[in-house]
Antibody, heavy 121, light 110 residues
Framework: EVQLVESGGGLVQPGGSLRLSCAAS????????MHWVRQAPGKGLQWVSR????????TYADSVKGRFTISRDNAKNTVYLQMYTLRAEDTAVYYC??????????????WGQGSLVTVSS | QSVLTQPPSVSGAPRQRVTISCSGS????????VNWYQQLPGKAPKLLIY???LLPSGVSDRFSGSKSGTSASLAISGLQSDDEAYYYC???????????FGGGTKLTVL
């Protein structure tokens, strides 16, 4: 069974940093591209970032470019999202997501339960 | 303002059929497959339709998808109370070099 378990969320002050982790199990992690998708309270889904299966290619939404860094450790079956210079508008549930192997970076066939990040003073 | 446009809400009576539209542009829906996600209250989203019109294993065939040009639709037939959820369309986007979502549509079963 595919499992994605996020951790590392919490309350952080504006301008602060936080690192999310996502532990994967139940599949060959090193062969899948992975993403982070977030959802602000009461709002819709927003794609945040993607990392290729080997970790060599990364892409970011404009709203987080230069502030967030996605990475992965295939030996530990874990993907990370390092977040810097956090703003109130980054407050959201962050989902770790697996992409279907194929010719595109979508669809997303497995989602974690989410980790809440709250940016507030 | 989402890149893909969906109606905020739709409703229907049990056993009826409803459709949810998703409008985009040549840089997303016009060039790439559309995927649909269902988000039940308090839960993580779940893949409902992929590559425009394919159903993942375990998804009821009451759900169907279609696409034409830069627009897509999700149809739900035989409405049931547990279909009440938010539905999101999504597609890859060349302009943003990432993935874009619709704003989500809340389905209410009357």
């Amino acid at each position: 069974e595919v499992q994605l378990v996020e951790s590392g969320g919490g309350l952080v002050q504006p301008g602060g940093s936080l690192r999310l982790s996502c532990a994967a199990s139940g599949f060959i992690f090193s062969t899948y591209g992975m993403h982070w998708v977030r959802q602000a309270p009461g709002k819709g889904l927003q794609w945040v970032s993607r990392i290729s299966s080997d970790g060599n290619n990364t892409t970011y939404a404009d709203s987080v470019k230069g502030r967030f860094t996605i990475s992965r450790d295939n030996a530990k079956n874990t993907v990370y999202l390092q977040m810097y210079t956090l703003r109130a508008e980054d407050t959201a549930v962050y989902y770790c997501v697996r992409e279907v192997r194929g010719v595109s970076i979508t669809p997303f066939d497995s989602w974690g339960q989410g980790s809440l990040v709250t940016v507030s003073s | 303002q989402s890149v893909l446009t969906q109606p905020p809400s739709v409703s229907g009576a049990p056993r009826q059929r409803v459709t949810i539209s998703c409008s985009g542009s040549s840089s997303n829906i016009g060039s790439y497959a559309v995927n649909w996600y269902q988000q039940l209250p308090g839960k993580a989203p779940k893949l409902l339709i992929y590559y425009d019109d394919l159903l993942p294993s375990g998804v009821s065939d009451r759900f169907s998808g279609s696409k034409s040009g830069t627009s897509a639709s999700l149809a739900i037939s035989g409405l049931q109370s547990d279909d009440e959820a938010y539905y999101y369309c999504a597609a890859r986007d060349d302009s943003l070099n990432g993935v874009v979502f619709g704003g989500g549509t809340k389905l209410t079963v009357l």
